[in-house]
């Protein structure tokens, strides 16, 4: 079965960074486009970034460009989130999930989330 | 940018009821792109019905899409015990987007 574990969340100061990182398995991910989502506590869902199945083709929402960098490594099965310079407003749960992008757009699994908190 | 709204903030209904939930976009989109999702406290979410219309694997039939152009609709035919919940609309213009959400409550 589809299962998608994130990690790497936590406690950081303003300004600071973080890697997340979500495992993948129960499917050939180097076929699949992937993308992290994520929730601030007690709002909606907000996308955040999605990476083509090669890694060739990457899109963020304008809220984070520039500071998320988005990355894969298929060999490892392993989808990867670089955040920078972060904000307060960043505070939230990030969720990584698989993106079906072919003929139809949407998010067919997701993970449980991992918790970032930005805050001095 | 298309804007998604959906409505009515919260839905309060008894189980056995009908739910109707609305989700709207700002210009017309394809009906290809419009999903629908569930979400429980601390879980995360889950699709339900993606391309307007067709109901993702595992998911009961008293679910349903429908709608076209601007206005999309969520029905829960009769709702159970485990239906109360949040509901996202989503759609894909130049990137992925989310509406609001509705809150189906017990009433």
């Known amino acids: 079965q589809v299962q998608l574990v994130e990690s790497g969340g936590g406690l950081v100061k303003p300004g600071g960074s973080l890697r997340l990182s979500c495992a993948a398995s129960g499917f050939t991910f180097s076929d699949y486009y992937m993308s992290w989502i994520r929730q601030a506590p007690g709002k909606g869902l907000e996308w955040v970034s999605y990476i083509s199945s090669s890694g060739s083709t990457i899109y963020y929402a304008d809220s984070v460009k520039g500071r998320f960098t988005i990355s894969r490594d298929n060999a490892k099965n392993s989808l990867y989130l670089q955040m920078n310079s972060l904000r307060a407003e960043d505070t939230a749960v990030y969720y990584c999930?698989?993106?079906?992008?072919?003929?139809?757009?949407?998010?067919?699994?997701w993970g449980q989330g991992t918790l970032v908190t930005v805050s001095s | 940018e298309i804007v998604l709204t959906q409505s009515p903030g919260t839905l309060s209904l008894s189980p056995g009821e009908r739910a109707t939930l609305s989700c709207r976009a700002s210009q017309s989109v394809s009906s290809s792109y419009l999903a629908w999702y569930q979400q429980k406290p601390g879980q995360a979410p889950r699709l339900l019905i993606y391309g307007a219309s067709s109901r993702a694997t595992g998911i009961p039939d008293r679910f349903s899409g429908s709608g076209s152009g601007t206005d999309f609709t969520l029905t829960i035919s009769r709702l159970e015990p485990e239906d109360f919940a949040v509901y996202y609309c989503q759609q894909y213009g130049s990137s992925p987007f989310f509406g609001g959400g509705t809150k189906v409550e017990i009433k």
């Open positions: 999930a698989r993106w079906q992008q072919w003929l139809v757009r949407y998010f067919d699994y």
